[in-house]
């Protein structure tokens, strides 16, 4: 569907900012007195762009579609590269970070984008735990501790997808016993599914031949207003959390979990992201930010509300439900827009954030923490889902 405006104001640069929803490129004819902008709206990247043969196993890019809304993954690090909804008036946004090639997933600096991580997602102290009397080292890649399972984890892997559908992929995975330390080999699956209600829906499934410990979560970056469209601190946030897991200099939990009430960490009733975010609170200055792991109120639905937002300028709004205990927001406060993410755009700072739907950070340190541990023999099942509307 290719709209175009026409208009008779002959002021170019209001209608630019007024129609470039930042995922879109657009074109623009003048006459005297009469501009065209011509939008072009966001579609998915060529999957050619995504076939990589030089490594041991292929890369590739596979394509989910309802009729509404697409998305495109690749099997490089089970990575959401695009998802594609209607705004408010009815024009396709795509509303992640990504690349539109592989090489750039392959050989920018790792900002996660759109990946699943593990074996454990966000930090754990020193790159140290113990299991069962065991104590385990693994690799540091983030000042003292362990980022999202190491210097290589899930999201540097190659999965092996199987599409099932035009709306279901599933990839496979297997950490093998000692990948970056963690004991175990560990098979993983995860499940793409693009439902005729907007909703895209991860199912996640691991299985274990060594008690092991595990946090597997999608690290995708959002922009409601669209990719590269500038700030996300104007975005409606609303968490379904009372408490949350304050953190040291290093973003590591001190184990004490907190109320968010009289504190910028309260979301409780929807509040834009950035309406606090420079206020005088030691947490914030830690985080350089939102960058925590909220504990998600109790539910009695399997899956739990655990966030909604709402683009400021399309009007999407998303939810997320999870049944993990969990969710990281993180804001974004690490780009830096040195990125060439889709549509000719940079990663700004702070132009997208994450909801990473999880076990908190550092579990395997904090007995007062629900467990993470995988024994052999056990199935870990888990889901999210992350369903797009507008207002
Ligand atoms: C998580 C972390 C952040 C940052 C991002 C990726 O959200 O908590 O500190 O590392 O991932 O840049």
Redesign the pocket.
């Given at each position: 569907m290719n709209r175009s405006l026409l208009a008779s104001f002959g002021v170019v640069a209001v209608l630019l900012t007024g129609c470039d929803n930042g995922n879109q490129a657009s074109t623009t004819t003048t006459t005297t007195d009469t501009v065209v902008v011509k939008i072009v709206p966001a579609a998915l990247p060529d999957s050619a762009a995504f076939r990589d043969t030089t490594g041991a196993q292929a890369t590739a890019l596979y394509i989910l579609k309802n009729g509404h809304a697409q998305a495109a993954v690749t099997n490089y690090g089970a990575r959401l590269v695009s998802l594609i909804v209607p705004d408010k008036t009815g024009n396709p946004t795509d509303v992640v970070v990504g690349y539109d090639n592989i090489n750039n997933y392959l050989h920018q600096p790792d900002?996660?984008f759109g990946a699943i991580v593990g074996r454990y997602g966000?930090?754990i102290a020193k790159g140290h735990f113990k299991l069962n009397g065991k104590q385990y080292t693994l690799a540091t890649n983030?000042g003292p501790n362990t980022?999202?399972g190491g210097k290589k984890g899930f999201d540097a892997g190659i999965w092996t997808g199987k599409q099932l559908s035009d709306k279901s992929l599933q990839l496979f995975y297997l950490s093998t016993d000692g990948e970056e330390g963690y004991p175990g080999n560990l098979q993983v699956k995860v499940t793409y599914t693009l439902t005729d209600s907007n909703t895209l829906r991860v199912d996640y499934e691991a299985t274990t031949d060594k008690a092991t410990v595990l946090n597997i979560t999608n690290?995708s970056y959002f922009n409601l207003n669209g990719q590269g469209s500038g700030t996300i601190n104007d975005h409606v946030l609303q968490l379904n959390a009372d408490a949350y897991t304050p953190v040291d200099s290093t973003?590591i939990p001190t184990g004490k979990i907190e109320p968010v009430a009289g504190t910028p960490f309260d979301f409780r009733q929807p509040t834009a992201i950035g309406a606090r975010i420079n206020d005088n609170n030691q947490q914030l200055k830690f985080g350089h930010g939102y960058?925590h792991n909220f504990v998600l109120n109790k539910s009695k639905d399997s899956l739990g509300l655990a966030a909604i937002v709402q683009g400021d300028k399309s009007g999407i709004v998303l939810t997320v439900r999870t049944d993990q205990p969990g969710v990281?927001f993180?804001g974004g406060n690490?780009m830096k827009g040195t990125n060439p993410i889709k549509a000719g755009k940079k990663d700004d700072y702070r132009s997208a954030f994450?909801l990473?739907t999880q076990h908190y950070p550092d579990s395997p340190n904090e007995p007062s923490f629900p467990s993470t541990e995988l024994k052999p023999g056990e199935t870990f099942r888990s889901s999210t889902t992350f369903t797009f509307a507008t207002k």
């Open positions: 900002t996660y966000n930090r983030d980022l999202h690290h973003l960058d990281q993180y690490f994450c990473e």
